[in-house]
């Protein structure tokens, strides 16, 4: 069966950027309003069926709700699956969705969110929608595009050619994989998870990154601004901050544009593990404090080329109109 | 941030005020010795404990009818506070306010409030007093979720963002309004997203987390003070109690208890700083010793202190000020 699935995260997008920087505002309704687009967009490419995860705020059902006139809503369901409302439950909606055979998924929220679904499912590719704070993973697509792309990916396997595999950082602890993160991994002297985001840089000591383009925002930009890295290229980048070498400015947060002191930069090969001599600390992944080392803790970093797929819209719309999938009849147009 | 141990080490402090003080306050409302009604706090105590760590004496707060633990988070003396349950002449408000009237000027507690959503205007008030005699003092206004559905909401945060008044609005979501689920009272999860109505940021934190209240609430403070503007956090935090003490809890499920429970902000910070090595075990079982006795010397201060007077029920009834303000 040709299916797809979405992943919507109900709490992207408030967290404490919203005071320490100036991070954008989604509210709820316009999450429900993107999932409406996506359901039409799908179902417009006659997709078999339309899986989405559940969620505290019951985004999907809003959605097939709102609907429910206009769609044969048989073909739109939200997985039947026990939620505790933390990132756990998109990482088990991945998961199901693999088992199910879902082609394409499609996500919504930021790079954490997209973290926590690449911790479920690895094998489905991926089209992130940009619904969160630090956007460097997911992009500002519209939704009914999207609902297109992966409606089409669905039906046509020749569209997945337009697929790309990303890298990922992977985070050990006293060698045990505990953790991973898909742009950036950072070592901060803070002891403690709190409220998650990292916007203080003073307590920085090391920023990992997968990939580093000028035009990012977050902690990648500071790679962006000193050794562009594509996200397709082979390597990672390693910084270290402090004094002793020279300044980069750039825009760790939105509308938060710092002065950075970088005292190396160098680059990381797949497969070498790198230790974290700083302890005790935080390892913050794709910018949420998430990893606390104790002072008695051993922790490593290793860029793994084996990470995300990830769906390139454009290369595959390239496709898609190459094969004439969104032309009807086209013989009957005059060409001029 | 970087947190001092001290500092760690109090909010430690502070939280098993509240929660050991509550749990007695349990068992003497069971016994009846407290007259009234009694909300209790348990559960709740990050919250507290994370905003008003970042107060300092002359910063006000507004309470709720669920208050205890506001109080004492920003200073309030246990002594005076069981007195005062007790209905005792030496309680805060000599024994004729009770649980839910609980005020010391002086510590900057403006007073717990009978009325669900009664704390907004005031703290709009006490805001605009601040601005206009130009102090750098912050007002912080506690409320539920449920008070987030009164038109006072409205009227309080809209005044403090048209005046930019130095006021921090912190909703301690418990999920019910009494016995009424969130779900079913409004259509919203987060509070917070009402934030944008007011053109104000909103910022939704782990209430059961004191490190990450802490972190919110300090933003927000350093905003007011800067002259920037009010702020809403919501801390999403559950009652271990009922709405009230004596409620059956019918209305919630057992399973959604207990998962909660399991995340109770106490034992969490306990694990916490053990984790990290910023104490040992044998400082925070002395903390828990001390906190212990403190609480139990406050219930023999209300058990011995005096009734009021008979004719203080006529007392205190008006205020003496009307006259100095027409002088």
């Known amino acids: ?32 309003n993107i999932v409406e687009r996506l359901i039409l967009g799908a179902l417009a490419v006659n997709v078999d069926h339309i899986y989405i995860m559940p969620d505290s705020y019951g985004l999907g059902d809003q959605a097939i709700c709102k609907l429910r006139h206009k769609i044969d809503t048989h073909r739109v369901s939200v997985l039947d699956m026990p939620i505790d409302g933390t990132q756990k439950d998109s990482g088990n909606a991945a998961a199901m969705m693999e088992s199910i055979g879902v082609k394409v998924l499609i996500t919504m929220g930021g790079d954490g969110t997209n973290r926590a679904v690449t ?4 094998k489905i590719p991926l089209i992130p929608i940009s619904t969160g704070t630090n956007n460097v993973f997911p992009q500002f697509i519209e939704g009914t595009v999207a609902g297109l792309v992966a409606g089409l990916m669905a039906k046509n396997p020749e569209l997945h050619k337009g697929v790309e595999k990303h890298k990922k950082l992977d985070i050990f602890k006293n060698d045990q994989l505990v ?37 990012n925002i977050g902690l990648s930009a500071l790679g962006g601004s000193l050794d562009p890295l594509d996200p397709l290229d082979p390597e990672g980048l390693r910084l270290t901050l402090g004094k002793g070498g020279g300044t980069v400015l750039a825009p760790i947060a939105p509308g938060l544009i710092r002065k950075v002191p970088i005292a190396k930069s160098s680059r990381m090969v797949p497969g070498t593990k790198i230790t974290i001599c700083k302890t005790p600390g935080i390892i913050a992944l794709d910018g949420e404090r998430e990893v606390e080392i104790g002072r008695r803790d051993t922790a490593s970093i290793t860029l793994n080329p084996e990470g995300p797929k990830v769906v390139n819209l454009k290369k595959v719309m390239e496709l898609s109109t190459a094969n004439n999938l969104m032309i009807y009849d086209k013989e009957l147009i005059q060409w001029q | 941030m970087e947190m001092e141990k001290d500092m760690l080490l109090n909010m430690y402090r502070k939280m098993q005020e509240i929660r050991i003080f509550e749990t007695r306050v349990t068992e003497l409302f069971a016994e009846g010795k407290i007259p009234g009604f009694v909300h209790s706090y348990l559960g709740e105590e ?26 004492i988070a920003k200073g309030g003396q246990l002594n005076e506070m069981m007195a005062e349950l007790y209905g005792k002449a030496t309680g805060y408000c000599k024994g004729k306010g009770g649980s839910m009237h609980i005020a010391d000027v002086d510590l900057g507690i403006l007073g717990a409030n009978g009325i669900v959503g009664g704390g907004f205007t005031i703290a709009a008030g006490a805001g605009l007093a601040s601005k206009i005699q130009k102090k750098d003092d912050v007002t912080v206004c506690f409320f ?49 997203d009402r934030a944008v109505a007011y053109g104000i940021p909103g910022v939704t934190v782990d209430g ?3 490190v990450a209240v802490y972190e919110a609430i300090k933003e927000a403070v350093k905003r007011a003070r800067n002259g920037e503007g009010p702020s809403l956090i919501e801390c999403k935090t559950y009652r271990h109690r009922g709405h009230f003490e004596g409620d059956p809890t019918n209305y919630r499920p057992d399973e959604e208890v207990q998962q909660w429970k399991a995340k109770e902000p106490i034992g969490r910070f306990r694990k916490k700083l053990l984790e990290m090595e910023v104490c040992e075990e044998n400082e925070l079982k002395a903390i828990d010793e001390e906190v212990a006795d403190q609480v139990e010397k406050a219930v023999k201060f209300a058990e011995e202190s005096p009734d009021p007077a008979v004719e203080e029920a006529v007392q205190d009834v008006y205020t003496d000020m009307i006259e100095e303000v027409w002088s």
């Open chain 1, 1 to 32: 069966m040709a299916s797809i699935g979405i992943i919507a995260n109900p709490a992207s997008g408030r967290d404490i950027r919203r005071l320490v920087a100036y991070g954008t505002v989604i509210d709820n309704q316009e999450k429900i």
């Open chain 1, 119 to 122: 911790k479920g499912s690895m």
């Open chain 1, 179 to 215: 953790e991973h993160a898909l742009v950036d991994a950072v070592t901060s002297k803070e002891m403690f998870i709190g409220s998650r985001a990292i916007w203080d840089l003073e307590n920085v000591s090391e920023v990992f990154l997968t990939r580093a383009q000028p035009h």
């Open chain 2, 46 to 71: 990050a919250v507290a404990v994370g905003t008003c760590s970042n107060l300092k004496n002359t910063d006000y707060i507004t309470s709720t009818h669920r208050g205890h633990g506001h109080l």
């Open chain 2, 144 to 192: 539920g979720d449920g008070a987030s559905n009164q038109t006072t909401f409205h009227e309080g945060i809209n005044l403090a963002s048209v005046w930019d008044l130095p006021v921090v609005f912190v909703c301690e979501n418990n999920m019910y309004g009494i016995s009424l689920s969130q779900e079913k009272h409004q259509k919203i999860k987060d509070v917070s």
């Open chain 2, 208 to 210: 059961n987390d004191v």
